[in-house]
C-alpha cells in the first residue's frame, strides 16, 4: 500500500507543479474559452490543464509499471489521444477526423492485448472471448470511455472529481482482484485529479480540456479493461457501469435524447444533467458537489458488488437503471415523447 501512496503523491506533485505552467502555455497559444455562448465561465480560461496530467501520469507510469507489452501499449495510446485532444483545443477538428483517431488508439491498446477477455451471463457464469469479439468489445468501450468523460467536462471540477472517485473505487477492486497494473494507474490518476483540481474547481483557473477529459476517458478505460473487466467474474460487467455511473449513464441519456431528437449523437448542446441541475437553481459548485456525491454512493455500490453474489450486484444496476431513467424524465434530461429536449454537449466547446 506504501507503494500506491507514493505513486498518487508523486503525480500530484508533478500534477500540482505542473498545472500554473501548463496554464501560461494555454494563454501563449491562445488556447482560451472566453465567456458567452455555451460557455458558462465569467472569465477567460486556458484550456491546456490536461497538459500537466499528461505528463504527470506518463512520467509516474514509466517509472513504476512493471516492463511488458501492456505497458508499452499504454503509453503509446495515451500519447497519441493527448496529441488528439491536444490539437483539438487548438485547432477545432472535426468529430470524425477524432472519431477515427479514438478507434486507432483503442486499436493500438487492443494489439498490445489489453482487451476484454471474458463477460457474465446469467444466472452467474461468464464465458471467455475469443480476440475476434473480445476486440471489438474493447474498442467500442475504450472510445465509449473517452467520450464519457469529455462529456461530463462542463462544470469547474466536474470530470476531475468523478475520475478521481471512480478511480478510487476502481483502485480498491483492483487491490481485491490483484490486478497490479490497474492498481498503478488508479494510484497515479488519483493523485493527478486531486492536484488538478487545486486549480479546477470553482471558480476554476484552468479547465482540462479535451487534452485532458480524452486523456483521462482512456485511462479509465484501460483501467476498467485491465481490472473489473479482466476478472472471470461474474458480475464484470456491473463493477464498471457502477464505478463509473455518472458519466456512462449521462452518456446513455444523451445519446437517446438525440436519437429522439433526431440530432446527430456527437452534436453539443446543454441537456446535460449538471447543465438541469443548475436549470433548477443550484450554483456550479452545488452541483458539483452532488454529482460527487452520487459518484461516491454508486462507487460504494460497486464496492458491495465486487464482494457480493449475483442476485446483489444485479439488484445494484436494475435500480441504478431504474433510478437513471426516472431522474432523466423527471429532470428533463429526457424529454417526453412531445417535448424537444435542448441537447447535451460539451459546455467547454
Known amino acids: 500500500m506504501v507503494l500506491y501512496v507514493g505513486l498518487a503523491a508523486a503525480a500530484f506533485l508533478i500534477t ?4 500554473p505552467l501548463a496554464r501560461r502555455i494555454g494563454m501563449a497559444l491562445n488556447m482560451v474559452d472566453h465567456p458567452g455562448g455555451r460557455h458558462i465561465n465569467k472569465y477567460a480560461t486556458p484550456r ?10 506518463i512520467a509516474v507510469f514509466l517509472c513504476s509499471a512493471p516492463d511488458g507489452p501492456a505497458k508499452m ?21 472535426s468529430a470524425p477526423v477524432k472519431l477515427v483517431v ?24 461468464f464465458s471467455e472471448i475469443r480476440a475476434v469479439w473480445g476486440i471489438p468489445l474493447t474498442v467500442l468501450w475504450m472510445v465509449a470511455m473517452m467520450n464519457m468523460i469529455n462529456l461530463i467536462d462542463g462544470l469547474d471540477g466536474l470530470a476531475g472529481g468523478v475520475t478521481a472517485i471512480a478511480s478510487s473505487t476502481l483502485f480498491f477492486i483492483a487491490i481485491m482482484k490483484g490486478q497490479f497494473l490497474a492498481a498503478i494507474m488508479c494510484s497515479i490518476l488519483v493523485g493527478s485529479t486531486l492536484a488538478f483540481l487545486v486549480f479546477n474547481f470553482h471558480p476554476a483557473k484552468v479547465f482540462m480540456g479535451d487534452g485532458g477529459a480524452l486523456l483521462l476517458g482512456y485511462i479509465l478505460g484501460v483501467i476498467s479493461v485491465q481490472g473489473a473487466l479482466k476478472a472471470a467474474t461474474a458480475v ?11 458519466p456512462f449513464f449521462d452518456t446513455l441519456l444523451a445519446i437517446v435524447r438525440r436519437v429522439r431528437a433526431g440530432q446527430p449523437i456527437m452534436a453539443a448542446d446543454r ?58 424524465y423527471r429532470f428533463g434530461v429526457i424529454e417526453r415523447e412531445n417535448g424537444h429536449g435542448p441537447g447535451s454537449g460539451h459546455t467547454r466547446g
Not at 464484470?236 to 455518472?246: D, E, H, K, M, S
Not at 442476485?311 to 431513467?325: K, R, Y
Open 16 to 19: 500540482l507543479v505542473l498545472t
Open 48 to 57: 491546456s490543464g490536461g497538459l500537466a496530467i499528461f505528463v504527470a501520469f
Open 73 to 93: 501499449g499504454i503509453v503509446l495510446g495515451a500519447i497519441v489521444i493527448f496529441i488528439l485532444g491536444f490539437l483539438d483545443d487548438l485547432y477545432g477538428l
Open 102 to 125: 479514438q478507434i486507432a488508439v483503442a486499436l493500438i491498446v487492443t494489439s498490445f492485448g489489453v482487451r476484454i477477455r471474458c463477460i457474465s451471463h446469467p444466472p452467474g457464469g
Open 236 to 246: 464484470t460487467l456491473v463493477i464498471p457501469v457502477l464505478a463509473l455511473g455518472v
Open 271 to 328: 441537456g446535460h444533467l449538471h447543465h438541469k441541475m443548475m436549470d433548477l437553481g443550484l450554483t456550479q459548485r452545488q452541483t458539483v458537489l452532488i454529482l460527487y456525491m452520487i459518484s461516491a454512493v454508486l462507487g460504494g455500490a460497486a464496492l458491495i458488488a465486487t464482494i457480493s453474489d449475483v442476485p446483489v450486484s444485479a439488484f445494484f444496476l436494475v435500480a441504478f437503471l431504474g433510478t437513471g431513467v426516472y431522474g432523466g
